[in-house]
């Protein structure tokens, strides 16, 4: 009728985890009355956990995190806000024509400074005789 479940005889491990789940229930209970006001705001499952050394008490954050902290409760932090304007004035065809002659001009006075530049001036002489030779690759690859 009844369907009869035999377990094989374990020994003494069931009796030896009761009693040790027993004796840690009791340290938690012996504990509780000397404890803090913060401990006794705990739950028993944290006070055990606290007693096995897997759970602990958060520290106050140090001193120059809660100077930097906001001192309201922000419900909302808006995450993507909008760029900001820029403080200029759109340039106008003049203005532009102008900064792009300085650029140009920059741009001049550097390549004037890298092609006086040895190790530049060399590299450079060595690709146009590499292009003139012929049979050579025109890429330049070297391995």
Known sequence: MFCLIRVPNLGLWPKRTAWAG???LSAVFASAPGASAQ?????????????????T????????V???????????IPVFRPAPEPSRPV?????LKSVKSDLDGINKRDDAIRRAFP?????LAEEQARQKK??????????
């Open 22 to 24: 027993l004796l840690a």
């Open 39 to 55: 401990q006794q705001q705990d739950s028993l499952l944290k006070q055990a956990f606290k007693l096995f050394g897997f759970a």
């Open 57 to 64: 008490d958060v520290a106050p954050p140090a001193d120059f």
């Open 66 to 76: 809660s100077k930097t902290r906001s001192k309201g409760d922000l419900d909302y």
């Open 91 to 95: 340039l106008k065809a003049p203005g």
């Open 119 to 123: 190790p530049a001036a060399k590299a």
């Open 134 to 143: 012929p049979g050579s690759s025109a890429s330049g690859a070297q391995q």
